[in-house]
Nanobody, 121 residues
Framework: QVQLVESGGGLVQPGGSLRLSCAASGFTFSSYVMSWYRQAPGKEHDLVAS????????NYTDSVKGRFSISRDNAKNTVYLQMNNLKPEDTAVYYC??????????????WGKGTLVTVSS
């Protein structure tokens, strides 16, 4: 059974930091591109950051560049999102995603249930 379980969300003051984790099971973690998405109240589901299968390549949406860092540990089947200098506009539910990009996993997509991050004073 495929599972993606996010943790690490919570309430933090502006300028603070949080580290999100996503523990994966039930599939070959190292064969999937891993990403973090977020959805703020009343807004679209947006891509925040992605990391390649071996971890050598990362991408970020412009609004988090220089503040967020995505990483993965294939030995632990876990992907992380280090979030620094948090702003109120970062408030959202953050979701972990696994995407298969090569055969035999091409087109497969798995999602976690999300973890809430609230940035407020």
């Amino acid at each position: 059974q495929v599972q993606l379980v996010e943790s690490g969300g919570g309430l933090v003051q502006p300028g603070g930091s949080l580290r999100l984790s996503c523990a994966a099971s039930g599939f070959t973690f190292s064969s999937y591109v891993m990403s973090w998405y977020r959805q703020a109240p009343g807004k679209e589901h947006d891509l925040v950051a992605s990391i390649s299968r071996a971890g050598g390549s990362t991408n970020y949406t412009d609004s988090v560049k220089g503040r967020f860092s995505i990483s993965r540990d294939n030995a632990k089947n876990t992907v992380y999102l280090q979030m620094n200098n948090l702003k109120p506009e970062d408030t959202a539910v953050y979701y972990c995603n696994a995407a298969g990009i090569t055969l035999p996993n091409y087109g497969l997509n798995y999602w976690g249930k999300g973890t809430l991050v609230t940035v407020s004073s």
